[in-house]
């Protein structure tokens, strides 16, 4: 069985993470006004479509129309299943993620509830 990702967790990585610091380790961000904007990953012109909003960590791509939070950009940006984006931007940034679910040798089941091979 699959490890889980607690909830409180993801909400966790999700205040600490700063976007624009992540975002701008890959691209330029230029400052305007009380917001950033850099080329959107979306579109192929890349023209400055994308707006960070520090204050609360969300972005928004003009072009496209999506927009979301730290997790859900990387998961666009560079087509990443939610776990691993998730994964990715915790141990970029060195943040604990807390599991729940099987642990143990045997996946958190007692061994006599293991059913046993065929003779």
Not at 23 to 41: F, H, K, M
Not at 52 to 70: E, L, Q
Not at 94 to 104: N, V
Request: charge should be positive.
């Amino acid at each position: 069985m699959k490890k889980i990702i607690k909830k409180s967790s993801i909400e966790a990585l999700k205040q600490v993470v700063s976007l624009t610091d992540l975002i701008s380790e890959d691209t330029q961000l230029t400052r305007v006004g009380d917001y950033y904007v850099a080329p959107s990953p979306f579109v192929s012109t890349r023209p400055m479509t994308l707006c960070i909003n520090p204050d609360v960590n969300r972005w928004r791509c003009k072009a496209t129309g999506k927009h979301g939070d730290v997790i859900e950009y990387f998961k666009l940006a560079y087509r990443l299943p939610f776990i691993v984006a998730v994964e990715w931007i915790a141990k970029r940034c060195g943040f604990r993620l807390e599991y729940e679910g099987p642990t143990g040798p045997f996946g958190g089941f007692p061994q006599a509830e293991l059913p046993l091979e065929a003779a």
